[in-house]
């Protein structure tokens, strides 16, 4: 039995903030003096982004005109869980939706009812009944679709919901899975001063991706599922966590994560193609989630990539930002537009992040029908 990733679809919310505006509203919240102000404009030009997608206008406002943050010097009082869990009910289900609908349109044949099975991923909100049912209920899926939600696990989440795909089509070849991974992260800055949350403002975007999994291949192209390794490096623990507090999820990125990805992305790939007929030579087609510029680096100098094979990470990471679970899905329906009947059979290989520090990875096969 096999599975096979058949579409892609994505969606990001309407308002487009350049990088550098968002360094703006950043100083300014943060009532930085003009020193200040000049070290975090430098923070955000290297970043690599150019810009972000964001549900709240007030990215693109100056104060005295937000609807979301309060019109004070300060901010103050600063919005609680409950008020940016409005926001993420709002908005959430809509974006989801307009990615399903982007992927299937890739797939005139396929029909919405034909939906076995829907997984929602999502670390940046939560309600019950929630996204999945209203999901349901938008698409008119079956009442009898089979509903798993995966939480709360960060940017590497998108990797532990294909596995579940891949189990589901390789025990029923008549599955048709669908899986979404929506993310509203922007909703949750904190003003903080702090040089780990100064970064996590600075790269975060929201957006929403869907794919469409079956057992069979149903389109032209589609990228078959091979392997899956995941590994801990537990001294990154504290280096990236996500935590709630009473105004918002509150992210720690350190600086060291780089260096802990690249002390272990080694032995993450050679554990993955241990037993399979490839080398990390032989690999010309990357994903790799853009968890941010200097953590591409660090992979590519590891295992002695071509940037130019990091395109596609690096093409995601300035148009979106890190759109946190989503993102890895972006580079991949890139890199699946530019392919061509020549990648027949070429493995792809890719990289997700998250808290843990937990290091992700899988391996697919280009499949072009005959």
Request: glycine share 6%; charged share 20%.
């Amino acid at each position: 039995m096999k599975s096979y990733i058949c579409a892609i679809g994505t969606a990001n919310p309407p308002n487009v903030i350049p990088q550098m505006q968002v360094a703006d509203f950043m100083a300014a919240a943060l009532q930085f003096d003009e020193a200040q102000a000049r070290k975090l404009k430098a923070l955000y030009r290297v970043s690599g982004i150019g810009q972000r997608y964001s549900v709240l206008e007030d990215y693109t406002r100056a104060n005295g005109e937000f609807t979301f943050y309060p019109n004070t010097p300060d901010l103050e009082p600063f919005p609680t869980v409950q008020q940016r869990m409005d926001v993420y009910r709002q908005h959430a289900v809509t974006l989801s939706e307009a990615a399903v609908r982007n992927c299937v349109a890739d797939v005139p044949a396929f029909q919405l009812a034909d939906i076995t099975h829907l997984i929602t991923v999502s670390c940046t909100g939560m309600y019950a009944p929630g996204l999945d049912i209203e999901l349901v209920e938008r698409l008119s899926l079956s009442p009898n679709v089979q509903r798993t939600a995966v939480n709360f696990m960060g940017c590497y989440a998108a990797f532990n919901a294909l596995k579940l795909a891949d189990a589901i089509c390789k025990a029923d070849a008549s599955a048709s899975v669908m899986m979404v991974c929506t993310e509203l992260c922007t909703i949750h800055f904190q003003k903080n001063a702090a040089h780990d949350q100064l970064v996590s403002n600075a790269l975060f975007g929201d957006g929403a991706a869907a794919v469409l999994l079956q057992g069979r291949p149903c389109t032209d192209l589609s990228l078959e599922l091979q392997s899956f390794h995941c590994d801990l490096a537990p001294a990154g623990k504290r280096d990236m966590a996500w935590h709630i507090g009473d105004t918002g999820f509150e992210m720690t990125l350190s600086s060291y994560v780089p260096d802990l990805i690249k002390n272990g992305i080694r032995q993450l790939t050679e554990r993955l193609l241990l037993g399979l007929k490839t080398t990390i030579s032989e690999i010309r087609l990357f994903a790799i989630h853009p968890g941010g510029r200097r953590i591409l680096e660090v992979i590519e100098q590891e295992l002695g990539m071509p940037r130019h094979h990091n395109r596609f990470a690096y093409q995601v990471l300035q148009e979106f930002g890190n759109m946190s679970s989503a993102t890895v899905l972006f580079v991949l329906k890139s890199l699946m537009q530019s392919l061509t009947q020549e990648n027949r059979n070429e493995p792809v290989l890719s990289f997700a992040f998250g808290p843990g520090l937990t290091l992700e990875s899988m391996l697919l096969k280009v499949h072009y029908a005959s």
